[in-house]
């Protein structure tokens, strides 16, 4: 059975991945990590274990992570999530505690305990995994797969033209795990915009259907529902964090993905949180005139989104 850390900053479109793992008969996930992002830490464990809780399996620990980005003052999106990042809709709080550990020694401890077996879901943005990079790059490198939802892919950002949120808030973090040595693959906001990858409302309603954890899974959403309402006109669903989730477990969903080079930039303003993908092909002069560099990562160009809708379902309102 494979092991999965998830590593959150549980708003509502993480709590749909961290259903997925959970619901998932061919994962354990040994740990969730919190970190701040979409909402503050604090805030995120909790929906860590609203999500748990709402999964209707089991409950793995809970290891409260970073406050705050490496080197910059947090960014939050309640204005996407909600106050809470779960779609403001009184959900209970479960009567569950995390750990004593700190999410960077309870990640380097369960790698070094699981050499080459632990991979790593990163939901939110990377600061707990940049802390454990820095701190024990050696046991890092044990780590079998990252899966980081970051970047805007081959596309443009969602906070700025070129900055997708989760490297937009830590830049610096996602700069020290793009470059570090562990495997990894990158899937980008793009591919949440690929024709047929939001779900409609008429999906949305029948999903809401198919079960409590269904349910749940498109109610905490509902403050997201309403922001693409507002930016796009209609009331559709975004799902970033799942689609992420979906490439760790269900490999045949990606139609499409190339090794590229990928550079993030840090220093330079109207850039920052930009992560430069170099996919060799799209070079159309002479190549030996280029400043070459060996891929440093897999990232989604394609994914199969019928698919991909068709396996969450049947996740979802799959039987306890």
């Known amino acids: 059975m494979r092991k999965i850390i998830i590593d959150t900053d549980t708003g509502s479109d993480d709590a749909v991945a961290i259903l997925m793992a959970l619901r998932d008969p061919s994962v354990q996930v040994l740990a969730v990590t919190t970190v701040c992002g979409n909402v503050e830490m604090e805030q995120a464990t909790v929906n860590a274990f609203r999500s748990i809780a709402a999964a209707r399996t089991y409950v793995p620990p809970v290891y409260k992570g970073a406050y705050r980005p490496l080197m910059r003052d947090a960014v939050t ?11 403001d809709i009184g959900l209970p709080v479960p009567d569950m505690r995390p750990e004593n550990e700190h999410a960077v020694s309870a990640i380097l401890r369960l790698v070094k305990e699981n050499p080459g077996e632990i991979e790593i879901v990163a939901l939110g943005p990377v600061t707990n995994l940049a802390l454990a990079i820095m701190m024990d790059p050696d046991t890092m ?20 033209s070129v900055a997708e949120f989760n490297v937009f808030v830590d830049a610096e973090a996602y700069k020290i795990m793009v470059e570090s040595a562990v495997p990894k693959t990158l899937v980008g906001i793009d591919i949440c ?11 949305i309603e029948e999903i809401r259907r198919e079960g409590p954890v269904s349910r749940f899974a498109m109610d905490c ?18 799902l970033p964090d799942p689609y992420t989730m979906g490439v760790a477990l269900w490999p045949e969903i ?20 930009q992560v430069i993908i170099d996919y060799r092909k ?3 002069v002479d190549e030996s005139r280029l400043e070459t560099h060996a891929p440093n990562a897999n990232v989604i160009k394609l994914v199969d ?3 991909f809708k068709k396996r969450l379902r049947e996740t979802l309102r799959m039987e306890e």
């Open 141 to 160: 490198k044990l780590t079998k797969h990252i899966y980081s939802m970051g970047s805007g892919g081959y596309g443009m950002g969602n906070v700025t």
């Open 305 to 307: 989104t019928g698919l």
């Open 254 to 273: 990606v139609s499409e993905a190339h090794d590229c080079y990928c550079y993030v930039c840090t220093d330079h303003t109207p850039a920052y949180g």
């Open 77 to 87: 999106a309640e204005n996407v999530h909600g106050k809470d990042g779960m779609g």
């Open 193 to 203: 915009w690929l024709p047929g990858a939001f779900f409609e409302e008429d999906e």
């Open 282 to 284: 799209f070079h159309a």
């Open 221 to 238: 959403n509902e403050t997201l529902i309403q922001y693409c309402l507002k930016t796009r006109g209609k009331r559709k669903l975004d």
